[in-house]
């Protein structure tokens, strides 16, 4: 018999199953080529959600139900609202652009990225290997298939090929994973796997076997070296708006994950996962860096910023234990750290691509650098903005990506080891290298001749929020302190539950 917590802890997830199938029926009598009546229940929907989640996040109470195989708590409830923000966001910057490509001749955007968001949801709140696995094949089949929503154009198609081949891999690698954690411990519940082999009542080589698959497909959803490869052709060849999705919102169900298998279940084993994660920092450093400073198009280099801020994210999820020792004042910092940092990623980088979205029309799709010339004679505001989501990437003061860099590399110093503060040097050389490609837009933006004229326009919906958008983004770096506080109660909060 099924509790009344149980259900407490899932209605935001029965919300959004029911209105994903009432949004996909609606639609069907829905005749704007612009999906005007999907587009507002949608948007009605995830505000509903979000109000949810931000309730239940405030109150700080952690829930666990269905025989413990769901938990909800403050970090992953204000995860599922940045979640849900950021999807309504995504879903303002792509409505214009989906509906001029004939991706809006059905409602199907809308309750794909319903699903994808539920898929999250259930990612973020999951105690249990299945659970979670249940939430990452229904956000992966939802983004397989809104990639593939321009079924017209072979870009976009052969994108989706490829996500769904090397996603399947990256299932398969953190299937198999789970499978040896099951057959070393002989339990799917990751509070029990903690107990189990903090007991020391498993088959250490099993486990490490196990584990090895399970960063790999942990990586892949990341986009971390050397599982890397996806994020560059996806993003290059998915639809502009498609590429805005799937490049915000599930960053912070990975991070969940993360955080739910390799520290809530598997910190036993952190001597082993943080040399794992250490070499793909490293690795997604050097790589998205450099390779991202000869890009000449403009979601490609995006996509090597992507992994490059994975790295970092890397280094501030490796910093919390010490010594295989685990003080809670360390992890605290560290994991703090690495939340904020996945949140203000998502944050920037959704106005960066939104200006991209912007600046495309029919016909034309705006993805070179080039294609960015003289943005500020036709547009001082959208010009302004691009360079606020710039500079922000690139970690200038006093936007809000400088402050997320600097507690990662705070988190990485105060360890006092050795290791970690030669990998915070690195860090920073690698963003010296870095701001190269991202100064390299804001050049191209005031001092190049624009290669058309005339203004550009944008409906005041888009318009509007892509304005608060960057502002957020400035007035986050000026007043960091809220956010950074909310992150670090929500980790104190996960960490003692």
Request: charged share 10%; glycine share 10%.
């Amino acid at each position: 018999m099924i509790d009344n917590i149980s259900w407490l802890a899932i209605y935001p997830e029965i919300v959004l199953m029911v209105m994903g199938c009432v949004i996909a029926l609606a639609d069907l009598g829905v005749s704007s080529a612009r999906r005007t009546g999907t587009y507002v229940l949608t948007m009605l929907t995830l505000a509903v959600v979000a109000i949810m989640q931000a309730m239940y996040a405030s109150s700080g109470n952690t829930v666990y139900g269905w025989s413990n195989m769901v938990v909800s708590d403050a970090m992953g409830n204000w995860l599922k609202c940045f979640a849900t923000l950021s999807m309504m966001v995504a879903l303002v910057y792509a409505r214009p652009y989906s509906a001029d490509r004939g991706m809006l001749r059905g409602g199907e955007l809308f309750s794909l990225a319903i699903f994808s968001l539920l898929g999250i949801f259930i990612m973020i709140g999951s105690n249990h290997l299945l659970v979670l696995y249940l939430g990452l094949e229904l956000l992966t089949l939802s983004s397989y298939a809104m990639v593939a929503l321009r079924r017209d154009h072979e870009a976009s198609v052969e994108a989706a090929m490829k996500y769904f081949v090397l996603g399947a891999m990256a299932s398969g690698f953190l299937l198999y994973g789970m499978s040896m954690i099951y057959g070393a411990t002989g339990t799917l519940d990751i509070g029990e796997i903690f107990k189990v082999i903090d007991a020391g009542e498993t088959k250490p080589q099993i486990l490490v076997f196990g584990l090895v698959f399970l960063v790999a497909g942990l990586a892949f959803k990341l986009g971390a070296v050397p599982f890397h490869m996806w994020i560059p052709d996806v993003y290059h060849g998915a639809p502009t708006s498609i590429t805005l999705i799937i490049g915000s919102a599930p960053k912070l169900a990975a991070f969940a994950v993360v955080m739910r298998l390799l520290v809530d279940g598997l910190l036993p084993l952190a001597a082993d996962w943080q040399q794992m994660l250490a070499f793909m920092a490293i690795a997604s450093l050097l790589i998205g860096n450099l390779v991202g400073v000869v890009q000449t198009n403009l979601k490609r280099m995006l996509a090597y910023s992507t992994i490059s801020h994975m790295g970092f994210l890397l280094l501030g999820l490796m910093s919390g234990v010490v010594d295989g020792e685990v003080d809670t004042g360390t992890a605290q910092t560290a994991y703090s750290a690495a939340m904020f940092y996945v949140v203000t990623y998502v944050l920037t980088a959704l106005p960066a691509f939104g200006i991209i979205v912007l600046l495309a029309r029919e016909g034309f799709e705006s993805e070179e650098i080039a294609d960015l010339a003289g943005l500020n004679q036709r547009s001082p505001l959208y010009a302004a903005i691009m360079t606020i989501c710039m500079f922000s990437l690139a970690g200038i003061p006093p936007l809000v990506g400088f402050y997320a860099k600097l507690s990662v590399l705070e988190a990485l110093v105060a360890t006092g080891q050795t290791f970690n503060i030669a990998l915070a040097v690195f860090a920073v050389v690698m963003s010296l290298i870095g701001a190269f490609y991202y100064l390299r837009v804001v050049k191209v933006m005031y001092f190049d001749k624009p290669l058309t004229a005339g203004d550009i326009m944008a409906p005041m919906d888009v318009r509007s929020v892509l304005s608060f958008n960057g502002l957020l983004v400035l007035a986050l770096g000026i007043f960091p302190g809220g956010l950074m506080g909310l992150c670090a109660d929500a980790i104190v909060r996960a960490l003692t539950s």
